[in-house]
Nanobody, 127 residues
Framework: QVQLVESGGGLVQAGGSLRLSCAIS????????MGWFRQAPGKEREFVAA????????DYADSVKGRFTISRDNAGNTVYLQMNSLKPEDTAVYYC????????????????????WGQGTQVTVSS
């Protein structure tokens, strides 16, 4: 079994920055793609960013490109989401997710590809 615990959320003014962390524990010896998703009240959970096991491949939602950066520390079993130039529309609960991958270069953008999820961390951006 795999456990994911997010941290780093909070309240920030528009234009500010936050760094989210996702600590991974359990059966983590296999390669895995990691993703960040978010869900605002009354909306579907949506893709934010994803990264391959190797860290060499990543992708972002158009709404966050140029502002957010996903990274990972496999030795430390942690994935990060650096969020800069935050906007009120970034307000949501942010979830990290993990998916076993057949290749170290694969990542996924669809939430259906991720069987393991954290409990989420709230990010609120005030205007």
């Amino acid at each position: 079994q795999v456990q994911l615990v997010e941290s780093g959320g909070g309240l920030v003014q528009a234009g500010g920055s936050l760094r989210l962390s996702c600590a991974i524990s359990g059966r983590t010896f296999s390669s895995a793609a990691m993703g960040w998703f978010r869900q605002a009240p009354g909306k579907e959970r949506e893709f934010v960013a994803a990264i391959s096991w190797s860290g060499g491949n990543s992708d972002y939602a158009d709404s966050v490109k140029g502002r957010f950066t996903i990274s990972r520390d496999n030795a430390g079993n942690t994935v990060y989401l650096q969020m800069n130039s935050l906007k009120p529309e970034d307000t949501a609960v942010y979830y990290c997710a993990r998916s076993p991958a057949y290749s170290s270069t694969v990542y996924y953008t669809k939430k259906e590809m991720y069987p393991y999820w954290g409990q989420g961390t709230q990010v609120t951006v005030s205007s």
